[in-house]
C-alpha cells in the first residue's frame, strides 16, 4: 500500500460521515431485501442483483399484499420511506468532488453541497429507516 488516498485533500471527519452514510444506506437495503424474502420465499435470488430502486419497488408491491393490519400499515410506510430514501442515496453516491466557497473538498450534486451535518442527518435517516424495517421483519410470519 502506498498510502496515494491520503493526497486527496478531504477532511478525515467529512470522510467518516460519507462512509457511514454509504453503510446505513447499505443496512438499510439489507433490511428492506430480508423484508422480501420473509414475505415471499425466494424472492431473495431474484432481489440479489438488482438496483436499490428495484428492491423498494418490490418490497412495496410485497407489502401491499399482506393483510391489512397496524404491523402492515407500518412496513407500508417504511417501505415508502426506503423508496423515497433511494433518491438520497443516489444523489449522494452520483455526487461529484468539488470546492465549497471555504475551500474545503467536497461532494455536489446539481449545485448543491453535501455538508457534514447533511451527511449526518441523511445517516440517521437510513438508519431510522432500517431500524423501522428490522422491527417490520421480527413481526413478520416466518
Not at 452514510?21 to 442483483?49: K, M, P, Q, T
Request: glycine share 8%; with cysteine.
Amino acid at each position: 500500500m502506498n498510502d496515494e488516498r491520503l493526497r486527496i485533500a478531504v477532511d478525515p471527519d467529512y470522510t467518516s460521515a460519507l462512509g457511514l452514510a454509504v453503510y446505513c444506506f447499505a443496512s438499510l437495503e439489507w433490511n428492506a431485501v430480508r423484508c422480501c424474502e420473509r414475505i415471499e420465499r425466494g424472492s431473495i435470488d431474484s432481489l440479489e442483483d438488482r438496483t436499490a430502486g428495484r428492491v423498494a419497488d418490490t418490497l412495496l408491491h410485497l407489502v401491499k399484499g399482506l393483510e391489512p393490519s397496524e404491523e402492515q400499515l407500518e412496513l407500508e410506510r417504511a417501505a415508502a420511506d426506503f423508496r423515497f430514501l433511494v433518491g438520497t442515496r443516489n444523489n449522494l453516491v452520483h455526487a461529484k468532488p468539488g470546492t465549497a466557497p471555504d475551500g474545503a473538498h467536497v461532494l455536489l450534486r446539481h449545485g448543491d453541497q453535501w455538508t457534514l451535518a447533511e451527511l449526518m442527518r441523511v445517516a440517521d435517516a437510513f438508519a431510522a429507516c432500517s431500524s423501522r424495517l428490522d422491527r417490520a421483519w421480527h413481526g413478520l410470519p416466518g
